[in-house]
């Protein structure tokens, strides 16, 4: 039980790094540069 709360709180503060949510924002609003960005 405590483990898992260990894993949810790792997982929230993951996506609550700038860069994270930069690529989450990328691959949900624009994937042409999403994909752009991999390609280069």
Do not use: E, K
Request: hydrophobic fraction near 60%; charged fraction near 10%; include cysteine.
């Amino acid at each position: 039980m405590l483990l898992r709360v260990a894993c949810a709180a790792s997982v929230i503060a993951l996506l609550s790094l700038p860069v994270v949510q930069h690529a989450i924002y990328l691959c949900l609003d624009s994937r042409f540069n999403f994909w752009l960005f991999f390609n280069h």
